[in-house]
């Protein structure tokens, strides 16, 4: 019940803002997945389960080598891009110089576009981008195409999805949409690139920071990988499964009020927050106790043997 409490907690914070931070979470290998688990099953992607984010001689992606990467989301050539995303460092060396990670609120600014350029957001809203990962040298190739504009809209025109990694868009659409697209598209990468309200942070052992994936961009700052060693593990949640999650959670722990969509949100810039209830610890705590109890038992029944027999 209190693991639940604290889990809770974690989950409404990230309803909120968008992104949250848990320090002095346990260091073992597989960490993420255990906590992960604790909201829904793992988002499996082409990298797997859980990944890790480690600098590699021949990387398969920049994000597995020393480069910095520009604010993006991930996964964005899958139908159903990731909601969630986990990244726990388990390992980051003074030695290693850079590598701080960036973040910033999609949403608030897909919004302040709309407001002083429509005709640039409208434009982002209809011209398609493509987005594909294509790779054949691995043990299960991909070659994996999403095509869609920038911005989703409802019915009634409200922003509903936002699909944007400047590193893996293409253009394939009519001629006479090119030069109004790539002038939008200018627009709106500027906004994103020179934004005021990119959080960044140097990530300790032991930070697991959570955020969702379709509402907060993330980037990185090149490192240097010859000393030290920078080491995050990975995994994502789908989006519906955490917002069910933390509609029962509402229901059974809260005040049943509903889970308002998730990747709507934008009424305020993603706020990192750091949560000191620590839901793995919880469970540490657990079963330190029961032994402690137990040793405490068996030392009192050996304690009451030993006075009975001596005073014999
Ligand atoms: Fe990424």
Same mark, same amino acid.
């Given at each position: /019940? #209190?693991?639940?409490? #604290?889990?809770?907690?974690?989950?409404?914070?990230? &309803?909120?803002?968008?992104?949250?931070?848990?320090?002095?979470?346990?260091?073992?290998?597989?960490?993420?997945?255990?906590?992960? $688990?604790?909201?829904?099953?793992?988002?499996?992607?082409?990298? #797997? $389960?859980? +990944?890790?984010?480690?600098?590699?001689?021949?990387?398969?992606?920049?994000?597995?080598?020393?480069?910095? !990467?520009?604010?993006? /989301?991930?996964?964005?050539?899958?139908?159903?891009?990731?909601?969630?995303? !986990?990244?726990?460092?388990?390992?980051?060396?003074?030695?290693?110089?850079? =590598? $701080?990670?960036? +973040?910033?609120?999609?949403?608030?600014?897909?919004?302040?576009?709309?407001?002083?350029?429509?005709?640039?957001?409208?434009?982002?809203?209809?011209?398609?981008?493509?987005?594909?990962?294509?790779?054949?040298?691995?043990?299960?190739?991909?070659?994996?195409?999403?095509?869609?504009?920038?911005? =989703?809209?409802?019915?009634?025109?409200? !922003?509903?999805?936002?699909?944007?990694?400047?590193?893996?868009?293409?253009?394939?659409?009519?001629?006479?949409?090119?030069? &109004?697209?790539?002038?939008?598209?200018?627009? +709106?990468?500027?906004?994103?690139?020179?934004?005021?309200?990119?959080?960044?942070?140097?990530?300790?052992?032991?930070?697991?920071?959570? +955020?969702?994936?379709?509402?907060?961009?993330?980037?990185?700052?090149?490192?240097?990988?010859?000393?030290?060693?920078?080491?995050?593990?990975?995994?994502?949640?789908?989006?519906?499964?955490?917002?069910?999650?933390?509609?029962?959670?509402?229901?059974?722990?809260?005040?049943?009020?509903?889970?308002?969509?998730?990747?709507?949100?934008?009424?305020?810039? &993603? @706020? @990192?927050?750091?949560?000191?209830?620590?839901?793995?610890?919880?469970?540490?705590? @657990?079963?330190?106790?029961?032994?402690?109890?137990?040793?405490?038992?068996?030392?009192?029944?050996?304690?009451?043997?030993?006075?009975?027999?001596?005073?014999?």
């Amino acid at each position: /019940m #209190g693991a639940d409490l #604290g889990l809770y907690e974690w989950m409404c914070h990230l &309803a909120e803002r968008g992104i949250c931070l848990i320090k002095n979470v346990p260091l073992e290998d597989q960490t993420v997945a255990r906590i992960t $688990e604790r909201i829904a099953p793992i988002q499996h992607t082409i990298y #797997g $389960e859980v +990944f890790d984010v480690i600098s590699q001689p021949q990387p398969i992606n920049a994000a597995y080598s020393p480069v910095s !990467l520009a604010l993006h /989301m991930d996964q964005v050539m899958y139908e159903n891009a990731p909601g969630l995303q !986990l990244l726990h460092c388990i390992r980051f060396d003074p030695d290693v110089v850079g =590598g $701080e990670n960036t +973040f910033a609120d999609v949403f608030e600014l897909a919004h302040e576009l709309r407001e002083e350029r429509p005709d640039y957001f409208n434009t982002l809203a209809r011209v398609p981008v493509t987005m594909s990962t294509v790779h054949y040298s691995r043990d299960y190739p991909v070659h994996m195409t999403c095509e869609r504009p920038i911005f =989703g809209l409802d019915g009634r025109g409200e !922003l509903m999805t936002i699909n944007y990694h400047p590193m893996m868009a293409e253009i394939n659409t009519l001629e006479e949409d090119i030069e &109004a697209f790539f002038e939008a598209y200018k627009y +709106f990468y500027r906004m994103v690139h020179s934004c005021e309200s990119v959080y960044s942070i140097r990530m300790e052992s032991g930070d697991l920071i959570s +955020f969702n994936n379709r509402r907060v961009l993330h980037g990185r700052a090149a490192f240097s990988s010859q000393k030290g060693m920078r080491w995050l593990q990975g995994a994502y949640v789908e989006l519906s499964e955490f917002q069910s999650r933390l509609q029962v959670f509402h229901n059974t722990l809260g005040d049943g009020r509903p889970v308002t969509r998730l990747v709507v949100i934008a009424a305020a810039t &993603a @706020v @990192v927050v750091v949560v000191v209830v620590i839901i793995v610890v919880v469970e540490v705590v @657990v079963v330190v106790v029961v032994v402690v109890v137990v040793v405490v038992v068996v030392v009192v029944i050996v304690v009451v043997v030993v006075v009975v027999a001596v005073e014999k």
